[in-house]
C-alpha cells in the first residue's frame, strides 16, 4: 500500500538520522547541536514506529473483516459482455449461471466495468477472450489484477487466459500475445549479408511470450486437444476435494493446461499427457487471492477423435464443482487469506 510504504519510509528517515546524531553527540563531533537533535528524532522515530505498526495491523485487520463477510456470502460474478466472441468453449454464461445456482451458488451476470471485491468469485466464461475496454493500456486486465491482489478469486475457462483482448467498443478481438518472428538473411547495399527478423506468414502468436506469463508467470502446454487421464494427489484436494471423478469419468480433453516450470501453482487438477504431467485446473495465488485457470477445450469437436460428449460435459462439472469448493473452503478458513501462506 502505498501509505504504508509512506510511514516505512519516514521511519527509516527518522531512525537513521536519529541513530547518526546520536553517534555524532557521543563522538562529540558537533556537541551543541546533536543532543537535542538526537532526543527530537528519537520521538519522532518512536511516534512514527508507532503509527506505521498500527497502520499496518489495522488495515489488516479491517481488510480481514470485510473480505470474510464477502466470502461468506459466496456471490459469483459472471461476466455477461453482449457480442463477446467465445473461444475454445461453448458454454455461455447463462450455463454457468444455471449450473452454479443448482449448487446453491448466489450468481449474477456483470459487465467487466463491475468488477470489484463485492463479488468471492469472478468467472470469465470466454474462454481465450476477455472483455478489454483499452486495448493499448490494458485497463481490465489491471481491474481484474487489483480484484485478485485484494482477495477475489478469478476464475479463467478454456484455452490460455487473456489470451486475445475483445474490444467491445469497436467489435475488435485481436491476440495480445507478441508475434513470432523468423530471421531471414538479407544483404545489404554494401554487400554484406544479416539476419533480419520478419514475422510468419499468416502470423503466428507466440504461446511464451502472452500477457499471462508477462503477468502471472505462467506457461501452459502448446499442443492440440488431448484426452488425458485425470488424478490428484491428497494435498490437491484441501481446497476443493475429490474433484478427479466429478462429472462421471477421470478425464479431460485438455488444452493449454498450466505446466512446469511455475513460479507459484497449486494443482487441483493434474493429467499425464504427452509432455509429462500437466495440471488442467490449478490456482495461482496472487496477492491476497487467487487465479484459477482451468487448460481445457470447453468446445464441441465432433469431428476429433478424442472428443467425447460425456468428457466434454464432466470438463464444465468439475470446474463448477472446484468453484463451489474452493468457496465453502475459504468461507470456512481453511484457505489462508494471503496468497503468500498457501
Partial sequence: MPQEDNL???FEICGSTFLASLVAYVLDVVPAYSLPIAIVLGIATMVTSIIWKSHSRLSRFFWKKTIIGTLRNRLIGIINEDSCPRMFTDFSPQDWQRRLQQLNLETRLIKMTEIC??????????GET???????????????????NNGGIFVHAGGIAFFYGYDYRNKRNPPLAKDIQIL?????PTGVTIMVPQPTYPPAFSLIDTVLNEHFHVVTTWGG???????????DRRFVGDIANAGGVAEVLQFRAVREPMRRCIPFLRANSSIGEVYPIAGIPFGKG???LCGMNLLRQPNNPDWNPTIHSADFEKICVVISNLL???GKGIIPLDAHEW
Fill in 225 to 235: 486437444t488431448e484426452k488425458n487421464p485425470v488424478f490428484q494427489q491428497p494435498d
Fill in 328 to 330: 465453502e473452503s475459504r
Fill in 290 to 292: 487467487c487465479l484459477v
Fill in 117 to 126: 471485491n463485492s463479488f468471492a468469485c469472478v468467472i470469465n466464461p470466454y
Fill in 8 to 10: 516505512r519510509t519516514a
Fill in 130 to 148: 476477455y472483455p478489454e475496454e483499452d486495448l493499448f493500456n490494458l485497463e481490465s486486465l489491471k481491474k481484474v489484477k487489483d480484484y485478485v
Fill in 184 to 188: 531471414v538473411p538479407t544483404r545489404t
